[in-house]
C-alpha cells in the first residue's frame, strides 16, 4: 500500500512538472516581450532615416523650374562662400573684407588701380575663359571695375549722393559693405569701345545681348536684370555680373530667379 502510493506521488510530482515546464515554454515562445534581433534594427534604422531627415543634411538644392544642383559646401553667410547674398540688407559680416585678389588675363581699363582690374584669385580662369569665347564670338570685352575695398567703395558712393542726392545714390550705388564687388565676385563688364558704358543701351549690344544668354555657362549671372528692381533694390544693369559657379549660374537661368529670389532655397538645403 505504501509502495503504490509512494509511485502515485512520483507520477503527481512527474505530471506536475511537465505542466509547469510547457507553461514556461509557452510563456517563452507567444507572450514575452519581443527583442530586436539584428535584422530588426537595421530595418528599423533604415525607416527611421527615410522618414527623418535631420535639418542641413541635403545634398541637392531644387530651384522652381530648374534640374537639381549639388548644395555648396559651407556656410552661405561666410563672406567669402560663392553664394554669399550681398544687398542692401546683407552687409558683409567684414567691413574690411578683402580676398585674395589676381588681375586676370583680359582686358581691364588702365586708368582704374591695380585692386580694380582684378577679381577674387579662384575666379579668374572662369574670367579669362569667359572673354576668350566671347571674342571668338566677335566681342572684345574689358572690365571696367572689378574689387572694390570698402574705402573705395564710399568714395564712388559719396560721390554719387554730391551729384544726384540719396535716394537716386541709392538706387544705383551701394554704401560701403554692402557692395558685391567688394567680394571680387563681381565685375562691370564693357567692350574696349566702351560703347554704352555703364548704360542700359549696353544690354542691346551684341556683346551685351552674348553675355546676357551665355554668362551662365561660364558660372556668371546678370545680377541685376530688368524688371527685377523691386526684388533686387537695384535698377536695371546690364554690365554687372556675379560669379556663382556653374552650377547654380545654370539653374539660375532656367528658374529665371534672382539670386535674392533664390536665397531661401538655398538656405533650405
Known sequence: MKIRSKRSLIVLICIGSCLVIGALIAWYTFWRPAKNTPD???????????????????????????????????????????????????????????PNLIKPNVATRSDKSLDEQSVREDIAPAVEELFADAKTAGHELEIGSGFRSAELQN????????????????????KPGYSEHQTGLAIDISTVDRNC??????????????LRDNAHQYGFILRYPLEKEGITDFRYESWHFRYVGKDLANALYQSGLSLDEAAPYLEQR
Open 155 to 174: 568714395t564712388y558712393y559719396s560721390n554719387y549722393v554730391s551729384v544726384y542726392g540719396q535716394e537716386a545714390a541709392d538706387a544705383v550705388s551701394a
Open 40 to 98: 530588426t534594427q537595421v530595418q528599423s534604422a533604415s525607416e527611421t532615416s527615410e522618414s527623418v531627415e535631420e535639418p542641413g543634411t541635403s545634398n541637392s538644392i531644387k530651384l522652381p523650374g530648374a534640374e537639381p544642383i549639388a548644395a555648396l559646401e559651407g556656410d552661405y553667410t561666410q563672406d567669402d562662400s560663392l553664394w554669399r547674398l550681398v544687398n542692401k540688407s546683407h552687409p558683409l559680416s567684414d567691413i574690411d573684407y578683402r
Open 197 to 210: 558704358y555703364l548704360e542700359d543701351c549696353f544690354g542691346e549690344t551684341p556683346a551685351g545681348i552674348w
